[in-house]
């Protein structure tokens, strides 16, 4: 039986009081078991990233329970149980890119952190890079060094939240080709926030349809396209009939809504 990295039962989270409170989420139910790479996409509002920050210890619910690798966030945020990548690097200009992977490390007071560092840098193609400070890095680029820093740890989880969303359409393909080389190499579980259906069918063993707000599960679609996947993937059918498949889940909801 796989490992169970994510469960999430009955999950709720309310902001404000009064007539000033939203229900960004309802009800929330979510099983991911080790090794999937999964992604959450609806429209915008309906609590995705909210999803994700609350499996990240970022916020807390307001009602339900959210466990990693068995524990609370809170306790596998602590025992360094998963990385995060947001939608921006937020990478520290004054420090090189060697630097900048080795921070969590610095924190954590870990010995040997530039090797470490390099060892990351050399998985996302970014070996000769280490000296070079941000400024001088594509958005692309940039961005790996930011999968590069999330990773030094080791984690069992990658949170990511709309990590190529700024990109242009050609970085972008390259940055998912990318991604799903390291999940194959490193075999960590992947939680990918994004907004654009086809990044998702590509992407995901899974993906997980959410409604509008407050937030709800209301589709999951197995994607079952061959790995590794590449060039060719994108212009299979069978790529663009989950495409369809997820496209059409989508527009259910917003017919309910």
């Known amino acids: ?3 169970l990295v994510v469960d999430a039962h009955s999950v709720g989270k309310v902001f404000g009081k009064g007539e000033g409170r939203v229900e960004a989420l309802r009800d929330i139910s979510m099983q ?14 309906c609590g995705k990233s909210t999803l994700l920050r609350l499996v990240g210890d970022l916020t807390t619910p307001t009602s339900g329970e959210i466990e990693i690798n068995g524990k609370p966030p809170r306790r596998a945020r602590l025992d360094r149980d998963y990385g995060i990548v947001f939608q921006k690097a937020t990478l520290l200009d004054w420090r090189t890119v060697r630097k900048n992977v080795e921070l969590p490390l610095e924190i954590m007071d870990v010995d040997d952190r530039a090797k470490i560092a390099d060892e990351m840098l050399s ?5 000769d890079f280490g000296d070079h400070y941000p400024w001088q890095l594509s958005g692309g680029m940039q961005q790996r060094v930011a999968i590069a820093r999330a990773l030094t740890f080791n984690p069992s989880l990658l949170l990511m939240d709309e990590p190529f969303g700024a990109l242009d359409e050609m970085t972008r393909e390259l940055m998912q080709q990318e991604v799903l080389r390291i999940w194959h190499e490193t075999d960590t579980t ?4 994004t907004h654009s259906i086809p990044e998702a069918v590509f992407l995901s063993t899974r993906v997980v349809v959410m409604s509008p707000r407050p937030g709800r599960i209301s589709d999951v679609v197995e994607t079952n396209l061959p790995q590794p996947r590449d060039e060719d993937t994108r212009e299979a059918q069978a790529y663009y009939d989950k495409i369809t498949e997820v496209r059409e889940a989508l527009r259910r909801q917003e017919a309910r809504a």
Do not use: K, R
Not at 32 to 45: C, M, N, R, W
Not at 123 to 127: N, S
Not at 190 to 193: A, D, E, Q, R, Y
């Open 190 to 193: 992947v939680v990918f926030v």
């Open 123 to 127: 998985l996302v193609q970014l070996g």
């Open 32 to 45: 991911i078991e080790a090794g999937e790479f999964v992604s959450l996409i609806g429209p915008s509002g």
């Open 1 to 3: 039986m796989s490992q």
